[in-house]
């Protein structure tokens, strides 16, 4: 085994050790190591070409998510997006320390800090990767759920949540989840296609 793989291997150990302490649990799973492990299966679906720092980036975009609750900041729009933004830095520092720790050089650990932080989308690449693999993670593995604990969603609402996250998508990843690239959930098959169908 090559020295880059033994360090790539150690940091996705130190990834996935990290998110193994989630005391949330999906289907028996700690949940950020389950969403870890769905984002890295669908890089190599979507992009197999992908370079190291897409693939550090994809399994270490939610590291230790739950530490940080929503429920730390305020209510509404404006402690939303607070949280998001903090989520971002907050991802983005961790993966970084554990990169470190695996004997990552700066450039690279500056990379993938970048896209996990996401920094320039639409213009960074690796952001942009990382922004397609978790929007069709999302499509085809968690939207359902996420109908399913916002009943009161209108139509309306549901059609704005899917032409939103189809918007921050590359056309390589709109052409490869209406190519057949991705399970859609059925049950929202007829609303995507409208939402879709108006964008």
Known sequence: MT???ERFNRAIALFDAANAEDPNLDEGQPKELRYARRMSEMLERFAPQADEVGQLAV???HIRRW?????NYPLGKPGYFAWRTGLYRFHAETAGELLQQAGYDAATIARVKAAI???DLKTNPDT???EDVSCLVFIEHYMLGFAGQQAEYTEEKWLGIIRKTWKKMSAAAQAFATGGGIS???ALVPLIQKALAGS
């Open 184 to 186: 859609l959930p059925p």
């Open 117 to 119: 932080g996401k920094q």
């Open 3 to 5: 020295a880059s793989l």
């Open 128 to 130: 942009q990767l990382l």
């Open 67 to 71: 530490t940080v609750p929503r429920g």
């Open 59 to 61: 399994r270490a975009q």
